[in-house]
DNA sequence: TAGATTGTTAATCGATTAACAATC
DNA sequence: TAGATTGTTAATCGATTAACAATC
């Protein structure tokens, strides 16, 4: 259909590069190479420069390229020249370690809500947040137009809660509960499961 | 080298398909195909079967696979027909959570220790854990024969205390640190980042 | 037996690597 | 200019899919 699709596996080496580019820039760098960031991240210096040329001509041959020109190109690619609101679905200790969390700073992001079904919790206080009763959620979140939300209940509500997140017009589930989750095509799913991560390397051992 | 080596790409999907199987075992069913788990985890019944075929026969011509059968099977290939004591290093929000975190339960993993270099928060009881100082850590790892850490202090002191977890013995890391680690060809890391993973969305908003 | 589903082969599709002309 | 490094092409490598004989 659109022959300048640009293929998954490319799109999710981007943030990875943007985030060694990023602590260059932190050490005072200006400029590095295919083969320098390449030897950061763990990945060929050729699939570097091949997935970067995807999407236009950031180098320069001899000089290589120019880190904040770079990283600037990057940020418009993945749309994080913007800062995304972003909600926390499950107040348990991982939705609290989410709203804690500093790494979302400078990176697009920031979390602007956490709810919850449990009575218990709603009404409590999270870092700088009331967590809000997940009856409300829906409202909300089209009153505030939010598009990305991360889901930290259990698994055996998370597709409940999912569908209820699509319906409300979320289109990126960051999704910290362990089950598969069912979404139309057009919302996009990533997988956060510890012991998955730790199984994939049990393996190996 | 090894002309039976299986693709990391493989061994990552058999966790996936290990969850979709436990739950349902849990909702009591005792056979699938490849069909139907394919439909749960949203991946081809052909490479489910092909995945599958890659370790035995583990299914039926005309019924399928016994649930219970292989997810025996795919334990102990993925070598979680035993419990896993894993480390956190870094007492952090996101530390803290996985000290906490029931997900480790019955998938293989148990967490036995916390250790923090930040002296305000050793000696602090986190969960039914006290806080273990960082210099001891080298220690508490050999006597113990620990293999597997989870990683959650910030990005400046990652590599350093991914060093100091390869010099103990730690023969797997899971990462939280927004950095890529450069660590000896027979030691697995796997990534978690929620701004990357988030980053992999926006590109498609 | 008839129907269903596996395990496997061959074909297709996609991703990575190597190499180098272009050029800064 | 000489050296370095990009962007891109072609070759290689690897993964996925389609199809079906085997067989429960």
Same mark, same amino acid.
């Given at each position: 259909m659109?022959?300048?699709k640009i293929?998954?596996?490319?799109? $999710?080496?981007?943030?990875?590069y %943007?985030?060694?580019? @990023?602590?260059?820039?932190? +050490? &005072?760098?200006k400029?590095?190479?295919?083969?320098?960031?390449g030897?950061?991240?763990?990945i060929?210096?050729?699939?570097i420069?091949?997935?970067?040329?995807?999407?236009?001509?950031f180098?320069k041959q001899?000089?290589?390229?120019?880190?904040?020109?770079?990283?600037?190109n990057?940020?418009?690619?993945?749309k994080?020249?913007?800062?995304?609101d972003v909600?926390?679905?499950?107040? $348990?200790?991982?939705g609290?370690? %989410?709203v804690?969390? @500093?790494?979302?700073q400078? +990176? &697009?992001?920031r979390?602007?809500?956490i709810?919850?079904?449990?009575?218990?919790?709603?009404?409590?206080?999270i870092?700088?947040f009331?967590?809000?009763?997940i009856v409300?959620?829906?409202e909300?979140?089209?009153?505030?137009?939010?598009?990305?939300?991360?889901?930290?209940v259990p698994a055996?509500?998370?597709?409940?809660v999912?569908?209820?997140?699509?319906?409300?017009?979320?289109k990126a589930?960051?999704?910290y509960a362990?089950?598969s989750?069912?979404v139309?095509?057009?919302?996009k799913?990533?997988?956060?499961?510890?012991?998955?991560?730790l199984?994939?390397?049990?393996?190996?051992?």
């Amino acid at each position: 259909m659109n022959p300048n699709k640009i293929p998954d596996i490319i799109v $999710g080496r981007l943030p990875i590069y %943007l985030r060694a580019l @990023q602590r260059m820039a932190d +050490r &005072g760098l200006k400029t590095t190479s295919s083969q320098e960031l390449g030897e950061h991240v763990g990945i060929s210096a050729a699939q570097i420069r091949k997935d970067i040329s995807q999407f236009g001509e950031f180098g320069k041959q001899g000089t290589g390229y120019s880190i904040q020109f770079l990283m600037d190109n990057l940020r418009e690619i993945l749309k994080i020249d913007q800062i995304w609101d972003v909600i926390v679905v499950g107040a $348990g200790d991982m939705g609290s370690a %989410l709203v804690h969390y @500093q790494g979302f700073q400078n +990176r &697009g992001f920031r979390v602007v809500m956490i709810f919850d079904s449990d009575k218990s919790k709603v009404g409590k206080k999270i870092g700088e947040f009331v967590v809000e009763d997940i009856v409300n959620m829906l409202e909300k979140i089209k009153s505030l137009n939010i598009k990305l939300a991360m889901l930290t209940v259990p698994a055996v509500a998370a597709q409940e809660v999912a569908d209820k997140l699509v319906v409300a017009g979320i289109k990126a589930i960051l999704n910290y509960a362990p089950v598969s989750l069912n979404v139309p095509m057009n919302v996009k799913v990533q997988y956060i499961d510890p012991s998955v991560h730790l199984q994939r390397m049990t393996y190996y051992l």
